[in-house]
Nanobody, 127 residues
Framework: QVHLVESGGGLVQAGASLRLSCAASGLPSVDYANDYAMAWFRQAPGKEREYVAHLSWIVGSTRYADSVKDRFTISRDGAQNILYLQMTDLKPEDTAVYYC????????????????WGPGTQVTVSS
């Protein structure tokens, strides 16, 4: 059973950088025929949870939401089973609880396709 725990959130000023981590346990064994997606989503107060970025865990292909492209980088350490989100040039509109999630599908940005979620980590960006 997959278990995810995020860390690395905090309070920063606009323009700063943060790196979020998501420690994963219970991931499937490496199988190139059955790759799967790991993603970051975020949810700001009063808003729907939205897609931020995802990668295919085995191959490492990545995709980003337009709002974070060129500022955020998703990556993983396959040996340690950690998913990262490097965030640079943070803006107040990036303030949200950030969640990592895993899906059985190889390539998806659809929230409903992600069936395991971490508890989230708060990121607050002051202006």
């Amino acid at each position: 059973q997959v278990h995810l725990v995020e860390s690395g959130g905090g309070l920063v000023q606009a323009g700063a950088s943060l790196r979020l981590s998501c420690a994963a346990s219970g991931l499937p064994s490496v199988d190139y025929a059955n790759d799967y997606a790991m993603a970051w989503f975020r949810q700001a107060p009063g808003k729907e949870r939205e897609y931020v970025a995802h990668l295919s865990w085995i191959v490492g292909s990545t995709r980003y939401a337009d709002s974070v492209k060129d500022r955020f980088t998703i990556s993983r350490d396959g040996a340690q089973n950690i998913l990262y989100l490097q965030m640079t040039d943070l803006k107040p509109e990036d303030t949200a609880v950030y969640y990592c999630a895993s899906a059985k599908k190889y390539w998806t940005t659809v929230r409903a396709d992600y069936d395991v979620w971490g508890p989230g980590t708060q990121v607050t960006v002051s202006s």
